[in-house]
């Protein structure tokens, strides 16, 4: 059953309908309501603690295979506090749809995204957790624009795990496919983006992030 779900799980991230390391949630909902997007660009993360039976353990270690168990089994992590850390931008795609296409409404805007995770393991595969961040937008003819944002849901699949040889090896977690749902607390104008001709205005948003993501938490952990 746990190989079942995922299977399912691995393949809902890769048909969902965008490229790697594309902020899928911030090109449906600001192409819905004609404001920047999409966004591209890419998604890192650390974790900074792990917890296995109440105690901390390394993040990222290979654990001897012939090792029977259980004690390989309290070796590794089953909580994790994380960091991740996405930086997108949304190149020379139109600012705002309902005003013409001149060089000045094809400006960038850039997204700066960090958020802070605790994660359960419920499968070697399988990473799922909430936690809360910030994003930041920034861009020419604007000052940058800070928003508080709950993560009520993430979930994390880690494709090398699913291979019984290598679930615990220390790069088993080096990729993940990883799918976020964010909620930002304040919506936004088109004033704010120094664009006061655009009627582009939005309240309080839920958005989903699809993402291919590097954990250098191999490289933090794992020498």
């Known amino acids: 059953m746990h190989c079942r779900r995922v ?10 309908p965008s490229a790697a390391f594309a902020a899928k949630g911030w090109w449906g909902w600001l192409e819905e309501l004609s404001g920047p997007g999409p966004f591209r660009g890419f998604v890192v993360s650390v ?32 909580r994790m506090i994380m960091v991740s850390v996405g930086s997108l931008g949304s190149d020379d795609h139109l600012r705002f749809k ?26 070697p595969a399988v990473d799922v957790g909430a936690g809360a961040g910030t994003m930041r937008l920034s861009g020419d003819g604007f000052d940058p624009i800070w928003r508080f944002t709950l993560v009520p849901a993430n979930v994390a699949v880690r ?6 040889q290598w679930k615990d090896s220390k790069w088993a977690g080096i990729i993940r496919g990883e799918l976020e749902t964010s909620f930002v607390t304040e919506g936004f104008t088109a004033e704010q983006f120094g664009t006061p001709a655009s009627t582009f205005r939005t309240g ?18 794992g020498w």
């Open 7 to 16: 299977v399912v799980l691995l393949a809902l991230l890769t048909l969902w």
């Open 47 to 78: 974790p900074l603690i792990c917890v296995s039976d109440g105690e901390v353990v390394p993040c990222s270690q290979k654990i001897r295979t012939r090792v029977p168990e259980p004690e390989p089994e309290k070796r590794r992590p089953k």
């Open 98 to 123: 309902d005003l013409p296409d001149t060089p000045e409404n094809r400006r960038e805007v850039n997204v700066l995204q960090v958020s802070g995770l605790y994660m359960f393991r419920l499968h």
């Open 159 to 164: 494709p090398f795990a699913l291979v019984n």
């Open 204 to 221: 309080p948003e839920f958005l989903t992030r699809a993402a291919v993501v590097i954990d250098v938490g191999v490289f933090v952990w």
